[in-house]
């Protein structure tokens, strides 16, 4: 049984800056591609970024670039998104998911596993 927790969200004021984590197990980590997606209140979960199984590929929403980050650390079995330069617009339950597959997508149908989300609020 594959698990994602994620952890790193909270309160920040815009401008600001956090680094969200999440720590997979249940499977071998480094053989598939992860994914990070936000929903906000209101609005459709929505793809935020992505990177392949060995870290050399990353994607990103246009929302996101420039100021978001994605990383993995295949020994510590964790994938991170760091963010920067955060907006109130950024304000959203962010969940790290992963597909059946070394590359990631954009699609989050073609995600598997998903995280229970953690809470990212920004203040203007």
């Known amino acids: 049984q594959v698990q994602l927790v994620e952890s790193g969200g909270g309160l920040v004021q815009a401008g600001g800056s956090l680094r969200l984590s999440c720590a997979a197990s249940?499977?071998?980590?480094?053989?598939?591609?992860m994914g990070w997606f936000r929903q906000a209140p209101g609005k459709e979960r929505e793809f935020v970024g992505a990177?392949?199984?060995?870290?050399?590929?990353?994607s990103y929403a246009d929302v996101a670039k420039g100021r978001f980050t994605i990383s993995r650390d295949n020994a510590k079995n964790t994938v991170y998104l760091q963010m920067d330069v955060l907006k109130p617009e950024d304000t959203a339950v962010y969940y790290c998911a992963a597909p059946e597959s070394r590359w990631y997508t954009i699609r989050q149908y073609d995600y598997t596993y998903w995280g229970q989300g953690t809470q990212v609020t920004v203040s203007s």
């Open positions: 249940g499977r071998r980590f480094s053989g598939y591609a």
């Open positions: 990177i392949s199984w060995n870290g050399g590929s990353t």
